[in-house]
């Protein structure tokens, strides 16, 4: 499938199968992931693929036995935002033309978004390149990961590619020296520059250090109904003597779902032991009953069993005014740590996704020994 961006065609792949005589599933692929999705709908010549987690879908028609054309619209940006598709059965690489594999870009790259702007970020590029010009990797920002990005290599110049049913990004880099200058494209909304050198010793600032609690507070304080209108506090008898994650999220996040994966994991290891959570959502919907059904598919797609709370609508004033004890949050999703005696022990921006390889994997690991040393603290 390519999604027409106007000056550039963004290519993804995707499996179409037919289950049974009449239901069809899909499975999307970006590098190592595959995202499963089974609300799809062919009508004669009607195409309805509707993505599983985000509020996105395809509509298209079936122009012959290889071709589908049509839109894809993401509510969540707004009932006229719809890219143009059109997806062609039968073609294996990722994006059109030759790729060789010949430009040396596996590594680690000190990279520069939007440098000199007021929108300037850095970042860590990771990139893997493998045969026949094949590329995969990502970048890693202070709130978190592009998660996983694929394409191809030829000669001095690379292309990139991901589609996750939120995203839709684009990136496009030539080696110039010894550095790389590149352009990222985000749907039909965002379009910035950026320029890379290769440095394995660059490290943005540390994750544990950029959201605080404000003087005078040293614990989490809140009250917010969960998705049945039941509210929930970490004041909550049933919280007494825990150890709590509480993760500030939004189901509207693909960094949230990554987190929101892991925490399930951790939960589900440890909550034998004393372990709880609690996912506070800011949503993008302003109707609450639409906000609370994303989170209901959110909580069913997930498997999730601890608690989500609603806490109102995905705005840094909205999050500051809910959440008065934190100083600001800067990134979605962001993870509280709290100790058996109610104390902020620590806190989390952002989250390196399974897309970042060995962030990822140290981050885990990290996370595991933090909460065991947290149940291993007396009960107050």
């Known amino acids: 499938m390519e999604l027409d961006l106007g000056t550039a065609s963004l290519p993804f792949q995707f499996d179409l199968q037919r289950k049974g005589d009449s239901s069809w ?3 999307i692929h970006n590098a190592s992931e595959a995202i499963q999705v089974e609300d799809i709908t062919l009508d004669r010549d009607s195409f309805l693929m509707r993505m599983p987690l985000f509020d996105s879908e395809f509509r298209g028609v079936v122009q012959n036995d290889s ?3 049509g839109e ?52 860590i590029g990771l990139f893997e390149q ?3 010009g094949r590329v995969t990797g990502t970048f890693v920002t202070e709130t978190g990961d592009y998660r996983f990005l694929e394409g191809s ?7 990139l590619s991901c589609f996750d049913g939120s995203h839709a990004f684009l990136f496009n880099a030539h080696i110039r020296g010894d550095s790389l200058v590149g352009l990222f494209q985000s749907g039909t909304h965002w379009k910035e520059p950026w320029v890379a050198v290769r440095n394995p010793s660059f490290h943005l600032r540390n994750p544990d250090s950029l959201t605080f609690l404000k003087e005078g507070y040293d614990m ?11 509210m929930v506090s970490p004041h909550d008898a049933r919280y007494k003597g825990k150890v709590l994650l509480l993760q500030v999220m939004g189901s509207w996040c693909p960094n949230c779902v990554d987190e929101t994966r ?22 993008k919907y302003s109707e609450k009953e639409q906000a609370i059904d994303a989170l209901r ?18 705005t840094k004033e909205e999050a500051a005014n809910k959440l008065p004890f934190l100083d600001h949050i800067m990134s979605y999703p962001t993870c509280i740590f709290v100790d058996r005696a109610g104390k902020v022990r620590r806190i989390r921006t952002g989250f390196y996704g399974p897309g970042t390889g060995r962030h990822f994997e140290s981050y885990r690991h990290n996370l595991q020994l933090f909460v065991e040393q947290l149940l291993a603290e007396p009960v107050v």
């Open 297 to 314: 598919r959110f909580r069913k797609t997930l498997g999730i069993t601890y608690p989500i709370v609603h806490a109102g609508m995905a």
């Open 25 to 27: 599933s899909a499975t």
């Open 153 to 159: 290599v030829h000669q001095d110049s690379m292309r």
């Open 67 to 69: 071709t589908i054309t």
């Open 130 to 132: 493998g045969p026949e």
């Open 262 to 283: 892991l925490l399930k994991d951790i939960h589900e290891q440890y909550a034998n032991r004393g372990l709880d959570v609690i996912a506070i959502a800011f949503e």
């Open 72 to 123: 894809w619209a993401n509510h969540l940006k707004g009932p006229d935002y719809r890219i143009p598709f059109v997806a062609r059965a039968g073609q294996r690489h990722r994006f059109n033309g030759p790729a060789d594999g010949m430009g040396r870009f596996a590594g680690t790259w000190e990279t520069h978004f939007s440098a000199g702007t007021t929108d300037a970020y850095d970042a």
């Open 220 to 230: 989490a304080d809140f009250s917010f109904p969960d998705l049945d209108g039941r």
